[in-house]
C-alpha cells in the first residue's frame, strides 16, 4: 500500500514531526508538509483556484493511505489543516473528478497536544470527512507532550497503529 502523511502544524519540526517521524520509521510513507504550499481558505467564488490546492490534492490520489498529522490547537486540529481539509470543498464542486478518486482510499490521523488524553469527538470531523468521501477510517494515535519524551517506550502501541494503517482497507 502507498501512503502520504500531511503534517499540518505551524511548527514543521514540532512534537507532531517528532511523533510522524517516530512513527513513518514503520510506514515508510511520503511526507507532505503543508507549510510548504500557498493554500487559500474556501471561497463559493473559486477565487483561489491559482493556489497550490489543486496540484496537492492531484498528488494526493495517487496514495491508498492518507494520513493526517495535527497537533491539537484548542480541541480541534490546526488552523492550516483545517484550511486545507475545507477545499475539500472544491472537489466536490469544480475538482469532481478527484473527489471520486478519493473514494475506497483510507484516512487516519496522527496528533499531538498538551493534554493526557485526548478530547471526545476531536476524530469527529476525520470520521465524518472520510464517511461523506466514501474513504475508510482508520481510527488515529495520539501522544500528549508527556508520553512524547518517552517515545521509546510505547514502540508497541506505535506499532499497532502502524500495523492497522498498513492494512488499509483489507
Known amino acids: 500500500m502507498k501512503g502520504v502523511i500531511i503534517l499540518g502544524s505551524a511548527n514543521s519540526k514540532g512534537n507532531t514531526y517528532t511523533l510522524l517521524k517516530t512513527i513513518n520509521k514503520d510506514l515508510n510513507f511520503d511526507v507532505v508538509d503543508l507549510n510548504d504550499y500557498n493554500i487559500q481558505p474556501f471561497d463559493y467564488e473559486f477565487k483561489n483556484r491559482e493556489d497550490d490546492f489543486y496540484n496537492l490534492i492531484s498528488k494526493m490520489i495517487e496514495y491508498d493511505i492518507i494520513v493526517l498529522a495535527t497537533p491539537v490547537y484548542w480541541y480541534t486540529m490546526s488552523g492550516i489543516l483545517k484550511m486545507f481539509l475545507d477545499r475539500f470543498s472544491d472537489c466536490l464542486m469544480i475538482y469532481k473528478e478527484i473527489g471520486r478518486q478519493l473514494r475506497g482510499k483510507s484516512l487516519s490521523v496522527i496528533s499531538t497536544g498538551s493534554d493526557n488524553v485526548l478530547k471526545e469527538g476531536f476524530y469527529m470531523p476525520f ?3 472520510a464517511k461523506y468521501l466514501g474513504m475508510s477510517w482508520k481510527d488515529g494515535i495520539y501522544f500528549s507532550s508527556d508520553e512524547l519524551s518517552q517515545l521509546d517506550s510505547h514502540h508497541s502501541r506505535i506499532h499497532l ?3 492497522a494503517i498498513k ?4
Open 127 to 129: 470520521e465524518e470527512t
Open 161 to 163: 497503529y502502524c500495523e
Open 167 to 170: 492494512k488499509g482497507n483489507q
